[in-house]
């Protein structure tokens, strides 16, 4: 069973309005028939309604069910359950007959999932392969386009081209021809024209990472497997968890950082996660559309037993989670800059279209160079910052030596946690 | 990498007008377009450096913080974190006097929601913020050293005799918001001494500056101007008794019969240069002289009598506010109320000025319908922005809870109700819908301001 923090209770809120309700109904005078198991927690909250709300939450996965008319996601009454939970507030009990029904139903449909994705006949090979070269060949006209548009942008120089309009226009192109993982990095490329005093090495950068993209697909069938994988992926071609094939890894995994962005009304949680008796690291992504929940969100300090499947790529680092069953957070100590810097180089030397690279640094500060931020290990070594300002760690901490996780894209690390407890 | 930067270069002008530098990382293949090249060679160039990234060595990290002296109120972060969500200031600041009483200091993890309100809440919020929030203010570069009044007022507080010699020194050097300051902490500890250096403020050139200096000089019987602002009431009011009854006749000066330092006030409207030099003498007197023996009662009903009978009052609210005479203050506001006539006069200040009795008793007599007006008195209470009592608290949830016009207007008074008074928000009143929403924000209020006191107990 999960124990979360209030904190990453919290965290869980839609919005600063439901903490503040979820806070308030952390009352035990709100609540009857209130109890917990090993799966969930439950109860009945009052309201302004002649019946009480039949509240449950799933501690397996954390997932809510809730007879309020809220449309809020966890509602306040969750969020309420789950703090009385998270300050151990509830009795251990049996789950009453509509707790049960709603957890077996999950259960049910779990299983149903996974007996419609194995009972799926499978596409015929011939079939597939077919499907599979249509699609390529499309990509293959788009890229053909697209390798036009950014040899005349090169050779018009960026400055004529600076109209973000044309990158979309080029973007929304390359989505007809099904491939929209090089549809959002033109329109990043259009975004960042311009942009900042020294936009012009990290637009260069971008484009000559896209240009070595277009290259490998065109030549895709030359590259090694793993390779291959990610090329497909960098263009767009979404891998399903249900074609995983490799050998899971069991461990405990602790949750070491974690990020939410939204780009295309795509909202995706980045999760990094780190195995406990190897230290191999795992990326858990998890995404959302239209302010929908996340299927499996981690939250950062905690940890879980689960089967992690790789999926494929040169550098594996994406993962598929199964069979998760909570456990006490215990991460391992990070390093120095140098190290993180080391397992980066190691990562996109064999898979160049990887984003971002986890770096953990123990013993980490933060220092300023004219308006720049950087955080500093205890060699003395730096790396710039990206985002706001880290004033809340200075603050919080007084820029004593801390444990600090960011991700490091090569030009600025995304700072995701700190923490001045010695992790062991 | 300066490779990078130089194909950028190229990149950003164009290959028409630019060429690539010579670049042996790559042999050129024969035909191969420039631009081409040019992506090429960004990509690898790029990859070089993400994959060949050691990070940079010269930058040194800033100081660390120096140790936290005050008890941190570490057990207020949730809730204060709350409010500075929500935006409620008010709160904030009614914490922070607390925590200042208990000499408790902020979490850190607010500090930097905290510092960029210091500004505007220099005096509330400067005391609590610790050592840690001086350090990071300084690393910021906000100005957290103590202000001009803080540092006057320890410097007259530590030796008045000095300070006078000092400002009667430093007095024409200074800039003029300087002088105001410096003459308004003469207030510690004044005495006859600080009458000469009074007496060359009130001549200033800037009228703030006399005004701070009159109302100084007004305030002490024995000094000169006090005396002089004394004779020059003496004539205005004359009491006429006949066999029957006794009648009060007010006098009012000319203006060009009154002193060059006794500053005009400001214009109201409707009174004639007459009234208004009334009202710069009646304000600048202590309220206490007009009745000394009788009763204020009569005196107010032979005031009404008169023709002058506005600015009369009107001199006679500015005075009791300005002398801080609470029986005159707590009178005045309870006749203004009881004639509604708060409005027509300068007397919102009386509701913040009155004594707790007295604001409470007519509030709660207003809002029970016993007596007053009860929108006036609701009023009064929204201007007056004082704590209430746990009573008027509850009377004010009773009063207004059915009251479909009126109820929201509770989310404001919240802020300053008794937080015990959330036993009053228990139940939702099923037959008035409307108010849930308000009931339920009030709660939130008012759990929050409990939650937020209640943090610091522990430390008191």
């Given at each position: 069973m999960v124990?979360?923090?209030?904190?990453?209770?919290?965290?869980?809120?839609?919005?600063?309005?439901?903490?503040?309700a979820g806070r308030e109904l952390a009352n035990p005078a709100k609540w009857a028939c209130i109890g917990e198991s090993e799966l969930a927690a439950w109860g009945e909250a009052k309201g302004s309604?002649?019946?009480?709300?039949?509240?449950?939450?799933?501690?397996?996965?954390i997932a809510y069910k809730c007879s309020c008319p809220s449309r809020k996601l966890p509602c306040k009454h969750a969020l309420g359950l789950l703090l009385r939970h998270a300050k151990s507030e509830i009795e251990p009990g049996t789950p009453p007959t509509w707790v049960q029904e709603w957890l077996d139903k999950r259960a049910e449909r779990s299983e149903q999932k996974a007996e419609k994705v194995a009972s799926t006949p499978a596409a015929s090979p011939a079939d597939a392969e077919k499907r599979t070269e249509k699609r390529w060949?499309?990509?293959l006209a788009g890229i053909e386009e697209c390798e036009s548009f950014l040899e005349d942008a090169v050779s018009q120089g960026l400055y004529a081209s600076q109209s973000a309009r044309s990158w979309d226009q080029m973007a929304a192109r390359m989505v007809d021809a099904q491939a929209p993982g090089i549809a959002t990095r033109l329109k990043r490329i259009g975004n960042a024209i311009g942009v900042g005093d020294a936009w012009g090495p990290t637009v260069a950068g971008q484009l000559g990472n896209l240009t070595l993209l277009l290259e490998a697909a065109k030549r895709i069938e030359t590259l090694p497997e793993g390779l291959k994988a990610d090329v497909r992926t960098a263009v767009g071609i979404s891998f399903r968890k249900e074609d995983l094939t490799g050998e899971p890894v069991e461990d405990v995994w602790d949750v070491l950082g974690s990020t939410i962005e939204t780009e295309d009304r795509i909202t995706t949680c980045r999760s990094w996660l780190q195995a406990r008796s190897t230290g191999k690291w795992a990326l858990h992504l998890a995404f959302s559309a239209a302010g929908q929940p996340f299927d499996f969100q981690p939250l950062i300090g905690t940890a879980f037993h689960a089967k992690a499947q790789y999926y494929p790529s040169a550098y594996p680092l994406r993962v598929n989670l199964t069979e998760i069953e909570p456990q006490p957070f215990q991460p391992r100590k990070g390093g120095l800059i140098a190290d993180g810097l080391e397992f980066a180089a190691d990562v996109w030397s064999q898979n160049p279209w990887a984003e971002r690279v986890p770096i953990p640094i123990t013993a980490g500060s933060f220092g300023r160079k004219e308006s720049d931020w950087f955080v500093i290990d205890s060699?003395?070594?730096?790396?710039?910052l990206m985002g706001e300002d880290p004033w809340y760690l200075v603050a919080l901490f007084g820029n004593q030596p801390i444990e600090i996780v960011g991700e490091w894209n090569g030009s600025s690390l995304n700072v995701l946690c700190g923490s001045d407890d010695p992790w062991t | 990498m300066k490779t990078l930067s130089e194909v950028a270069s190229v990149i950003q002008v164009g290959t028409q007008r630019a060429t690539l530098p010579n670049v042996d990382l790559l042999p050129e293949t024969p035909g191969e377009k420039s631009e081409k090249r040019a992506l090429v060679l960004a990509g690898t160039l790029d990859l070089m450096r993400r994959a060949g990234g050691v990070g940079v060595d010269s930058v040194k990290p800033l100081p660390t913080a120096p140790q936290e002296i005050g008890r941190v109120a570490q057990a207020s972060e949730a809730p204060l974190s709350e409010a500075l969500n929500k935006k409620m200031i008010h709160v904030v600041l009614e914490w922070a006097a607390k925590a200042r009483q208990v000499r408790a200091v902020l979490p850190p993890a607010l500090l930097t929601a905290i510092l960029p309100l210091v500004k505007k809440h220099r005096e509330e919020l400067l005391p609590i913020i610790g050592e840690r929030g001086h350090w990071l203010g300084q690393l910021q570069g906000l100005d957290l050293s103590p202000s001009d009044d803080e540092e006057f007022a320890a410097k007259r507080t530590e030796d008045p005799a000095a300070y006078r010699e000092w400002l009667t020194t430093e007095f024409e050097a200074m800039d003029w918001k300087e002088r105001l300051k410096a003459v308004k902490q003469l207030q510690i500890q004044l005495s006859i001494h600080d009458e000469p250096i009074l007496e060359i403020a009130l001549k200033d050139r800037r009228k703030e500056i006399r005004e701070a200096a009159l109302e100084l000089l007004a305030s002490q019987a024995s000094f000169n101007v006090a005396l002089e602002l004394a004779l020059l009431a003496a004539p205005i009011l004359t009491w006429k008794k006949s066999f029957l009854s006794t009648?009060?006749?007010?006098?009012?000066p000319d203006r060009s019969e009154l002193p060059k330092w006794l500053p005009k006030s400001p214009e109201v409207h409707g009174m004639g240069p007459k009234a208004m030099a009334l009202i710069d003498v009646v304000s600048n007197v202590p309220p206490s002289i007009w009745v000394t023996n009788g009763s204020r009662e009569k005196f107010f009903e032979h005031v009404g009598k008169s023709d002058y009978h506005r600015a009369m009052l009107e001199g006679l609210i500015v005075a009791a506010?300005?002398?801080?005479?609470?029986?005159?203050?707590d009178a005045m506001y309870e006749l203004l109320v009881s004639r509604m006539d708060i409005y027509k006069y300068k007397g919102r200040d009386l509701a913040a000025h009155a004594s707790p009795e007295v604001f409470e008793r007519i509030a709660l007599k207003g809002l029970r319908g016993e007596e007053y007006q009860s929108g006036l008195v609701v009023q009064m209470i929204i201007e007056a922005?004082?704590?209430?009592?746990?009573?008027?608290?509850?009377t004010l949830i009773d009063t207004l809870k059915t009251n479909n016009h009126s109820h929201a207007i509770l989310t404001f008074f919240a802020l300053y109700m008794h937080v015990d008074a959330i036993s009053r928000t228990e139940v939702p009143i099923e037959e008035h819908h409307a108010f849930e929403d308000t009931r339920l924000e009030v709660r939130n209020i008012l759990s929050l301001r409990k939650r937020l006191l209640s943090s610091l107990d522990s430390l008191a």
């Amino acid at each position: 069973m999960v124990r979360l923090t209030p904190e990453q209770v919290f965290a869980l809120a839609p919005d600063a309005s439901a903490v503040s309700a979820g806070r308030e109904l952390a009352n035990p005078a709100k609540w009857a028939c209130i109890g917990e198991s090993e799966l969930a927690a439950w109860g009945e909250a009052k309201g302004s309604g002649k019946n009480p709300y039949q509240t449950a939450v799933d501690l397996r996965e954390i997932a809510y069910k809730c007879s309020c008319p809220s449309r809020k996601l966890p509602c306040k009454h969750a969020l309420g359950l789950l703090l009385r939970h998270a300050k151990s507030e509830i009795e251990p009990g049996t789950p009453p007959t509509w707790v049960q029904e709603w957890l077996d139903k999950r259960a049910e449909r779990s299983e149903q999932k996974a007996e419609k994705v194995a009972s799926t006949p499978a596409a015929s090979p011939a079939d597939a392969e077919k499907r599979t070269e249509k699609r390529w060949a499309k990509i293959l006209a788009g890229i053909e386009e697209c390798e036009s548009f950014l040899e005349d942008a090169v050779s018009q120089g960026l400055y004529a081209s600076q109209s973000a309009r044309s990158w979309d226009q080029m973007a929304a192109r390359m989505v007809d021809a099904q491939a929209p993982g090089i549809a959002t990095r033109l329109k990043r490329i259009g975004n960042a024209i311009g942009v900042g005093d020294a936009w012009g090495p990290t637009v260069a950068g971008q484009l000559g990472n896209l240009t070595l993209l277009l290259e490998a697909a065109k030549r895709i069938e030359t590259l090694p497997e793993g390779l291959k994988a990610d090329v497909r992926t960098a263009v767009g071609i979404s891998f399903r968890k249900e074609d995983l094939t490799g050998e899971p890894v069991e461990d405990v995994w602790d949750v070491l950082g974690s990020t939410i962005e939204t780009e295309d009304r795509i909202t995706t949680c980045r999760s990094w996660l780190q195995a406990r008796s190897t230290g191999k690291w795992a990326l858990h992504l998890a995404f959302s559309a239209a302010g929908q929940p996340f299927d499996f969100q981690p939250l950062i300090g905690t940890a879980f037993h689960a089967k992690a499947q790789y999926y494929p790529s040169a550098y594996p680092l994406r993962v598929n989670l199964t069979e998760i069953e909570p456990q006490p957070f215990q991460p391992r100590k990070g390093g120095l800059i140098a190290d993180g810097l080391e397992f980066a180089a190691d990562v996109w030397s064999q898979n160049p279209w990887a984003e971002r690279v986890p770096i953990p640094i123990t013993a980490g500060s933060f220092g300023r160079k004219e308006s720049d931020w950087f955080v500093i290990d205890s060699s003395g070594r730096a790396l710039p910052l990206m985002g706001e300002d880290p004033w809340y760690l200075v603050a919080l901490f007084g820029n004593q030596p801390i444990e600090i996780v960011g991700e490091w894209n090569g030009s600025s690390l995304n700072v995701l946690c700190g923490s001045d407890d010695p992790w062991t | 990498m300066k490779t990078l930067s130089e194909v950028a270069s190229v990149i950003q002008v164009g290959t028409q007008r630019a060429t690539l530098p010579n670049v042996d990382l790559l042999p050129e293949t024969p035909g191969e377009k420039s631009e081409k090249r040019a992506l090429v060679l960004a990509g690898t160039l790029d990859l070089m450096r993400r994959a060949g990234g050691v990070g940079v060595d010269s930058v040194k990290p800033l100081p660390t913080a120096p140790q936290e002296i005050g008890r941190v109120a570490q057990a207020s972060e949730a809730p204060l974190s709350e409010a500075l969500n929500k935006k409620m200031i008010h709160v904030v600041l009614e914490w922070a006097a607390k925590a200042r009483q208990v000499r408790a200091v902020l979490p850190p993890a607010l500090l930097t929601a905290i510092l960029p309100l210091v500004k505007k809440h220099r005096e509330e919020l400067l005391p609590i913020i610790g050592e840690r929030g001086h350090w990071l203010g300084q690393l910021q570069g906000l100005d957290l050293s103590p202000s001009d009044d803080e540092e006057f007022a320890a410097k007259r507080t530590e030796d008045p005799a000095a300070y006078r010699e000092w400002l009667t020194t430093e007095f024409e050097a200074m800039d003029w918001k300087e002088r105001l300051k410096a003459v308004k902490q003469l207030q510690i500890q004044l005495s006859i001494h600080d009458e000469p250096i009074l007496e060359i403020a009130l001549k200033d050139r800037r009228k703030e500056i006399r005004e701070a200096a009159l109302e100084l000089l007004a305030s002490q019987a024995s000094f000169n101007v006090a005396l002089e602002l004394a004779l020059l009431a003496a004539p205005i009011l004359t009491w006429k008794k006949s066999f029957l009854s006794t009648s009060l006749i007010i006098e009012a000066p000319d203006r060009s019969e009154l002193p060059k330092w006794l500053p005009k006030s400001p214009e109201v409207h409707g009174m004639g240069p007459k009234a208004m030099a009334l009202i710069d003498v009646v304000s600048n007197v202590p309220p206490s002289i007009w009745v000394t023996n009788g009763s204020r009662e009569k005196f107010f009903e032979h005031v009404g009598k008169s023709d002058y009978h506005r600015a009369m009052l009107e001199g006679l609210i500015v005075a009791a506010v300005r002398f801080k005479d609470q029986p005159w203050i707590d009178a005045m506001y309870e006749l203004l109320v009881s004639r509604m006539d708060i409005y027509k006069y300068k007397g919102r200040d009386l509701a913040a000025h009155a004594s707790p009795e007295v604001f409470e008793r007519i509030a709660l007599k207003g809002l029970r319908g016993e007596e007053y007006q009860s929108g006036l008195v609701v009023q009064m209470i929204i201007e007056a922005k004082r704590p209430l009592s746990f009573e008027l608290s509850c009377t004010l949830i009773d009063t207004l809870k059915t009251n479909n016009h009126s109820h929201a207007i509770l989310t404001f008074f919240a802020l300053y109700m008794h937080v015990d008074a959330i036993s009053r928000t228990e139940v939702p009143i099923e037959e008035h819908h409307a108010f849930e929403d308000t009931r339920l924000e009030v709660r939130n209020i008012l759990s929050l301001r409990k939650r937020l006191l209640s943090s610091l107990d522990s430390l008191a």
